[in-house]
């Protein structure tokens, strides 16, 4: 049986991979679970799957998260908390929001374990010292984005990794695909959090909104599989049932085809290289099904350029385009400027930025706060003269 520390249980991710869990008790046993804030769903999982640990972020529910607990349950909280969970089971399913999710991957991966990513900002930002801890002995990342979990699978059947030609990353492409950049002058925050086929977090729905979401994926797959930037392209598939595809020399293309559901690549990054016996996102090929593909807007979504830009750069650009990009978003959900500023915010951002060394930990820090204030300046700055459009 193997131990899996599901770290950001309560939210989108999390709480899909406890339907997985529980859909297969003889393989997975839960030794701990974390959350930041969300109390009341972090002690009914607790109450559920018996954990040994409960990590809970937010430091003043300490006393609600122990008092709720099962008995001999030890509580844990903060940073140091969720490092500890990190390192006490066979698989970490790393499902932390934004740039906090960094500590857990740093800690999985040095521990020699599993790490069940779906956190894509801590690879992003943190990509050279993650690539190091990547090394220790028994460390692995088994990626749980849809489009990355199937890039992985398409490669399982890839003897001689030299036959890629390139990796094609879908997207869906969002709820404002077909808009023009006049018509988004003027959407709304519900306007973008309305994904036509995912049901997601708020912060990774409006990436979606933006395809910032497909722009760090493309960053994300460069470190995944070590594929250079100019072989990594975008595709729109509206239906998100092609969620990758990779293109051999030969002209030859594999594809991984389902129903969109993330418990399928949920259930595939925790129990690989053994297939869950539970058929999430099955399709019935007895339906007529049409499947379309036409390239990404580039002009509408800007953030796109803006991923590639900061990806070929390297270093801490990475870091400085999701410390943004966090800041931005927060801004738009709060009603403090319009959706189209996002990618403005971003750019005017990494005007700042300067190509700098970025070896441990402590720099990757120091990166992601330099941006996140230079970005807090410029959201300030344009919210003087933008409002955002009532809900």
Not at 59 to 87: M, Q, W
Not at 93 to 112: H, S
Request: charged share 20%; aromatic share 4%; net charge negative.
């Amino acid at each position: 049986m193997r131990s899996v520390s599901l770290l950001g249980s309560t939210g989108s991710i999390g709480t899909q991979a406890v339907d997985v869990l529980l859909g297969e008790p003889d393989r997975f046993r839960v030794v701990a679970l974390a959350a930041q804030s969300s109390t009341e769903v972090l002690l009914s999982q607790a109450g559920v799957l018996r954990p040994e640990i409960v990590v809970i972020g937010d430091e003043s529910l300490y006393g609600v998260v122990r008092d709720g607990v099962p008995p001999g349950t030890e509580v844990l909280v903060g940073i140091p908390g969720l490092v500890a969970a990190a390192a006490c089971a066979d698989v970490v399913l790393n499902a932390v929001v934004g740039f906090a999710g960094l500590p857990v991957t740093m800690a999985a991966l040095e521990a020699g374990k599993r790490l069940a990513l779906a956190n894509k900002e801590s690879l992003i930002a943190g990509a050279p010292v993650v690539q190091k801890a990547r090394r220790t002995p028994g460390a692995e990342i088994v990626p749980v984005d849809s489009e990355h979990c199937a890039v992985h699978q398409c490669l399982a059947a890839v003897d001689d990794l030299t036959a890629v030609a390139r990796l094609l990353l879908t997207a869906s492409g969002g709820p404002f695909r077909g808009r023009s950049p006049a018509e988004l002058q003027l959407v709304t925050v519900a306007d973008a959090l309305a994904h036509p086929t995912w049901s997601m977090g708020p912060k990774i729905t409006i990436d979606s909104s933006t395809l910032m979401n497909k722009g760090l994926e493309v960053i994300e797959a460069h470190e995944l599989f070590g594929v250079p930037y100019d072989r990594i392209d975008i595709v729109v598939h509206p239906q998100s049932i092609v969620h990758s595809m990779v293109e051999l020399r030969d002209g030859s293309t594999l594809a991984q085809l389902s129903n969109p559901d993330m418990r399928l690549p949920i259930g595939y990054a925790l129990g690989w290289p053994t297939r869950s016996a539970i058929p999430f996102g099955a399709l019935d090929w007895t339906s007529p099904t049409t499947l379309t593909f036409e390239p990404p807007d580039r002009e509408v979504f800007r953030c796109i350029d803006l991923a590639y830009d900061a990806g070929i750069s390297g270093g801490s650009a990475p870091a400085w385009l999701s410390a943004a990009n966090e800041i931005a978003v927060e801004a738009f959900l709060a009603g403090r400027m319009t959706w189209s500023g996002i990618a403005d915010v971003v750019a005017e951002t990494l005007e700042g930025w300067r190509d700098e060394p970025v070896e441990e930990v402590e720099s990757v820090l120091a990166a992601d706060e330099e941006a996140r204030v230079r970005a807090r300046a410029v959201v300030s700055r344009r919210c003087r003269t933008i409002r955002a459009p009532r809900r």
